[in-house]
């Protein structure tokens, strides 16, 4: 009978974890869903706020501290900016925080629906197989998003007709792989992870949809001095899609 108990206390704990961790999915799901698919219809009104703000201040608080790179972004952002009369700097950088977070959790809990919806086609079939090796392995991962520290454009374009924008991330968060048996594969739990990545999104010039999707990661290297300045705590590894 105590047995019988202890197994039934664990099922529900389990499944109490679950249910917090698909209310979570939903959440950050609809937020996405809500900031990405931008309705066309809103466009003109859009593209006239940002007219009537000045296009240099508007792309201005999109874009780290002034300086060479700072300005070279921005010329570059202007050129999106010809191109889509629509495009709003705070708009898509209040986007790009919501996917980012939103892209990590689905990695993590191997939500392939959410990751086909943020994901160009080459990303998604690189981070499948990674979900597939942990389910394969009876593994399951423990996230937890404890905030993000920056998000800055540091570079835009318009290449083969594609726009693109890439922004950088800082953030800090906890990621767990535990194996079937609950014992830790990867990460620490007790361990605040520094997340440092490059994110560049892309959205096709001859389509009418207002969607960016995530079309490659980079974890760059810090220099020396960031390093020696770097908060205590676990670095958190990159997901590798280049």
Known sequence: MQL??????????????????????????ERAWRQLHHAIETADETAASVEAAGT???????LPAAGKQAGKAADRLQDIRVADPAFDGRWFLDSAR????????????????VLKDL????????FAPEIAGREARSEHVEFTFIGLDRADIADAGIFNGLMQITVAFESELVMVTRDAAGAVVD??????????????????LASRSHVWKLAATETPTPPPERRQDE????????????
């Open 231 to 242: 908060k205590p705590g676990q670095p958190a590894p990159s997901l590798g899609i280049a």
């Open 119 to 126: 994901l160009t086609a080459e990303v998604y079939d690189a």
């Open 187 to 204: 990460g620490d739990p007790a361990s605040i992870m520094h997340a440092s990545d490059l994110w560049t999104f892309v959205r096709d």
């Open 56 to 62: 240099a201040d508007a792309l201005s608080l999109a």
């Open 4 to 29: 019988d108990l202890e197994v039934l206390t664990l099922i529900v704990v389990f499944g109490v974890a679950l249910w917090k961790a698909q209310g979570i999915m939903d959440d950050l799901r």
């Open 98 to 113: 919501i996917v980012y977070e939103t892209v990590l959790a689905a990695f993590a809990h191997g939500d392939r629906e």
